[in-house]
């Protein structure tokens, strides 16, 4: 089978599935070594709050030592004296780290979070050793109270009170995803053959799953554009006005392009949905938004409409540790819409959720996406395992004690001082663009032809190549592993490239294998033009 043949085959496939024969044929070649940057898993972890998980997993661990039931059987931790046994042991642990991070989580918990500090360490104590079931089952009291806060912090920017929003922790943003569109559709807000916006290019699974047979939704575009600094325009918001739109997801800043929602969008659509969209729900995966300085999210511009996805993955080093939230304000368009659902609509979602709610017409949203989430029947064991929440719990103490946001600056330099060493060894001044998270970048491979060779020439690779080609030689000639852009509906030719799983003296060589293999394309074209 020829190169062309097997392209052509691949095209037809998701990037992430591309991904792995790029992987296959880069490793092929051992006179390189592979520079895998196809995949947004980052290379640095969070250190402090994975210290202060470690200590409050040693002091659990003593609790349940306090009670020797047996040889190696403990007792669970109990709240008389927690305390003073938690601060005693902290002094007895001295500078190790993470130990001045728990000694001012206390403080905070009291004066600012407005916790008990013996209902916040015993909830802590007995969730690090994930001895008892989720309990709500939707999210730990203490944990939701702090998760809460840190996203408040890191997604309201200048929107001073947003109102109150009930969190489900769950198993990373795509578990988070795959319930809520699961409970759309089981609770008659989102039907098969709905007509549903998607803010493009996008994350490739969300071009995927609103075709399965789950759901046929019918896809609309609402397209940001690379000459306008990746800004969704006017015209394109316009485009959410038709009311036959039932539903418009995001992710923001945007995958692949990593840039955020600009101001002037967002007013765009607050104005749209408090004038013309009241109906209109929003779901907004917002897991690069701690990449900018300021971020404002559409759960913060519009609460009532919008569904809120967070992930602790990227910004945390935790892509393993599988952190997830959904976020529904507690006055909630969503749950408007339930009770305007037709009689034997509510009748058939009563014997639905009967098993588990006194009352199921009037359960809330995010209440039926926890017992969806476990079929319902199982609903007694819904939950995220106590011990990940105990993790979030940390990661989110972390940054909101840390008022100057230093570890905020340190990452958003890592990925910062990686883009620049790309685009300077490839010889491209990219635009200044102050919402852009540095998380990956889109390369628009056909521009750059364009502006060394030509406009004619770039016609020749666009018009004469499959858009994979640019990704498939890459891997094959240069060992380098990139995403195909046109898999994200982005156009044709651009490349994804991760800035922030390889370290920084990669990059550069990311960029002349571009420039290498565009002089390559250009010299076969001039032979190509010399032979006719």
Not at 389 to 409: A, I, N, T
């Amino acid at each position: 089978m020829s190169d062309r043949e097997e392209q052509l085959q691949y095209q037809e496939l998701g990037p992430f599935e591309v991904k792995n024969k790029l992987i296959a044929m880069a490793g092929d070649n051992s006179e390189r070594m592979m520079l895998n940057a196809g995949r947004g898993n980052p290379n640095w972890v969070a250190l402090e709050p994975r210290h202060a998980f470690i200590e409050m997993n040693a002091f659990a661990m003593q609790e349940s030592e306090r009670h020797i039931f047996h040889p190696n059987i403990g007792g669970t931790p109990q709240e008389e004296g927690i305390v003073d046994r938690f601060n005693a042991y902290l002094e007895k642990r001295g500078n190790a780290p993470g130990i001045n991070m728990l000694k001012k989580s206390l403080v905070y918990i009291e004066q600012e979070a407005e916790l008990e500090p013996a209902n916040f360490i015993t909830e802590m104590a007995d969730a690090i050793l994930g001895d008892h079931y989720p309990v709500p089952d939707r999210m730990l009291l203490c944990s939701e109270r702090i998760v809460g806060r840190y996203l408040y912090q890191e997604m309201a920017g200048k929107v001073r009170n947003p109102g109150k929003f009930n969190i489900f922790a769950t198993e990373g943003g795509t578990a988070a995803m795959t319930y809520i569109f699961q409970t759309l559709m089981e609770n008659k807000l989102m039907k098969k053959g709905d007509k549903v916006a998607l803010g493009v290019p996008i994350f490739t699974p969300y071009l995927e799953i609103p075709e399965l047979n789950n759901f046929e939704f019918v896809e609309m575009g609402v397209a940001q554009t690379a000459e306008s600094g990746w800004k969704y325009s006017p015209e394109e918001i316009e485009k959410l006005a038709d009311p036959s739109i039932k539903a418009f997801f995001l992710v923001n800043p945007s995958n692949p392009t990593s840039v955020a929602m600009h101001p002037e969008t967002l007013a765009l659509i607050r104005e749209l949905i408090e004038t013309r969209r009241k109906d209109l729900i929003i779901l907004t995966d917002d897991v690069y938004g701690t990449f900018v300085n300021g971020f404002e999210s559409l759960a913060a511009v519009a609460p009532r409409n919008t569904i809120l996805v967070y992930s602790f993955s990227k910004y945390f080093g935790a892509t393993g540790w599988r952190l997830g939230t959904i976020a529904i304000a507690e006055d909630n368009v969503l749950d408007e819409k339930l009770q305007n659902l037709s009689e034997s609509e509510k009748a058939e979602i009563h014997e639905r959720y009967k098993p588990v709610f006194l009352k199921p017409n009037e359960s809330k949203l995010i209440d039926r996406m926890v017992a969806d989430s476990r079929t319902v029947a199982l609903n007694h064991t819904a939950g995220l395992s106590t011990p990940q929440q105990v993790q979030m719990v940390m990661f989110s103490l972390f940054c909101l004690l840390d008022k100057e946001g230093v570890y905020k600056q340190h990452c958003q330099e890592i990925c910062r001082s990686r883009y620049s060493s790309l685009f300077k060894a490839l010889g491209y001044e990219p635009p200044v663009n102050p919402y852009n998270a540095f998380y990956y970048t889109t390369i628009n491979v056909p521009a750059i032809a364009e502006e060394r060779y030509g406009a004619e020439f770039r016609e020749h690779l666009v018009n004469d190549f499959p858009p994979i080609d640019i990704v498939w030689r890459l891997a094959k000639e240069k060992s380098v592993v990139l995403m195909d852009g046109s898999g994200f509906a982005a156009p044709n030719m651009t490349v994804r490239v991760s800035l922030a799983n390889l370290k920084e003296e990669a990059y550069p060589n990311i960029g002349h294998a571009i420039s290498e293999l565009l002089e390559e394309y250009y010299a076969d074209w001039q032979k190509g033009q010399g032979a006719s």
